[in-house]
């Protein structure tokens, strides 16, 4: 039995490295269906799930599994809206594009952008968080000195910025190699944790009778929903997908089935190889720990290096996609002109965003950099629906699935913010400051701007 695993994390090992060659390849040529797939599927698959898997225990505990199926449902819902904006206006700037569409110029389309923008940089505290988590860990294994998880977690931010003025297509290249290893690696842990589970006595902490309310189920999958939010990088590329009438719909929709089914299962092997103890005690880095059952000290080692390449990667991806929305925003004037300037030889936005990133990161709890990255992409999503809705008809699709996908939204939105608030106030408190601050921000440079006669 054990061999036939192995030999189906080969096969499937061998079709991932065929499909990822996407990050390889030149842009200027035409993007075909496995690559637009693998665009997608990396940009979910990067490190949110390092990073927000035990959170999740910590709050659905045996209804884990139930929490990400829950917002991959969400998600899926919501891709229905993207493939429809991407295929009538299929454009790089992505949701920057289809929000401006929905709602013009404005206050509000300027404060969405803006909160786009915010929402990656959020994304790259987390990220950084978690490297930092893993980090200690690895060096404790060598018997080296194991420093505080913020400096780790700063000295990435700083090292992949640092990649990212030297040269893009290195960028490019980091991803390509990074995508292919984390997806092999993750794998494997899914072909061993599934032989592993047999004869488990954890096993039953996934029986029912084990999970929080319905309520918690909801709010721990929008706690997680972050891990989920990168399949919306397929809009960016859509102007170069070939066959866009085919391919579009087939990659959102492939794309984020798959990873559905990964996290599933990744959180079923997880809650049933390790006690909830043990889960809560090493929440930071779960997934390294559920390896130890299975494969001991080897495989919490090869599961924490590919932690670490994960979020290293996610880290220099999201510094690249979020200088390209800050210059898009700045571009269509929802941000000041001085943003399409450059430093060195990229977009100042590169610098502002790696430094608020560092802001973050090393002020925020990896709680709360998860609340308000979720509550961000949430609206953003909600957004995007609506749009989808209001222009149904220029759109030709169907107008229910993306009210549905909008109501969704809002009401995992304020569940999230809900539950977070008889608990820890603060995150609410500053997920909510965030989206009024670009609104605010948004309102106060369109007033300016009005004033001097633009």
């Not at 009538?88 to 300027?110: E, L």
């Not at 944790?193 to 721990?220: C, D, M, R, V």
């Not at 939204?409 to 995150?427: N, T």
Request: glycine residues 8%; charged residues 10%.
């Amino acid at each position: 039995m054990l061999l036939f695993y192995f030999y189906l994390i080969i096969r499937i090992s061998s079709s991932i490295i065929i499909i990822l060659k996407a990050y390889s390849i030149n842009m200027a040529k035409k993007i075909g269906l496995k690559e637009a797939i693998s665009i997608g599927i990396g940009g979910m698959v990067g490190g949110g799930i390092f990073a927000v898997l035990g959170l999740a225990v910590a709050l659905a505990e045996g209804g884990t599994p139930i929490s990400f199926l829950i917002a991959g449902l969400i998600a899926l819902i919501t891709s229905y809206s993207y493939v429809k904006l991407s295929l009538k206006y299929p454009d790089r700037g992505g949701t920057v594009k289809f929000v401006n569409q929905g709602f013009g110029k404005g206050v509000f389309s300027g404060g969405i952008n803006n909160l786009l923008w915010v929402s990656y940089i959020i994304m790259l505290s987390l990220y950084a968080s978690a490297f930092g988590s893993y980090a200690p860990n690895l060096l404790a294994l060598t018997n080296d000195v194991a420093l505080d998880g913020h400096i780790y977690a700063s000295i990435i931010v700083v090292f992949a910025t640092a990649i990212n003025y030297y040269s893009i297509s290195v960028v490019g290249k980091i991803e390509a190699y990074a995508v292919i290893i984390k997806l092999i690696i993750l794998l494997a842990f899914v072909g061993f944790g599934i032989y592993g589970l047999f004869g488990n006595p954890h096993l039953s902490q996934l029986s029912p009778e084990n999970w929080e309310s319905p309520f918690k189920l909801l709010t721990a999958g929008m706690v997680i929903f972050v891990a989920y939010e990168g399949f919306e990088l397929i809009a960016n590329a859509a102007p170069d997908i070939e066959n866009p009438e085919k391919n579009i719909p087939r990659a959102y929709y492939w794309s984020v089935i798959f990873v559905i089914f990964l996290y599933v299962i990744i959180a079923i092997i997880t809650v049933g190889s390790l006690a909830f103890s043990q889960i809560a005690t090493a929440q930071d880095y779960v997934l390294a720990e559920a390896a130890k059952p299975m494969l001991g000290k080897v495989g919490f080692t090869i599961i924490t290096v590919a932690a670490l390449i994960s979020t290293f990667s996610a880290i220099n991806a999201s510094l690249y996609g979020g200088t390209k929305v800050n210059y898009e925003i700045s571009e269509d004037d929802e941000l000041p002109h001085e943003f399409t300037s450059k430093l060195w030889n990229q977009p100042i936005g590169l610098m502002v965003t790696a430094v608020l990133t560092l802001i973050l990161v090393n002020t925020l709890k990896l709680e709360s950099i998860s609340t308000a990255g979720s509550v961000g992409f949430l609206l953003i999503f909600a957004v995007v629906n609506f749009t989808g809705f209001k222009l149904s008809k220029e759109l030709n699709a169907n107008r229910i699935i993306p009210v549905i996908g909008f109501v969704f939204c809002l009401i995992a939105m304020i569940a999230l913010l809900v539950q977070h608030f008889s608990v820890s106030q603060s995150d609410v408190y500053i997920a909510l400051g965030i989206i009024l601050f670009c609104f605010l921000f948004e309102f106060i440079y369109k007033q300016t701007e009005k004033s001097k006669g633009f």
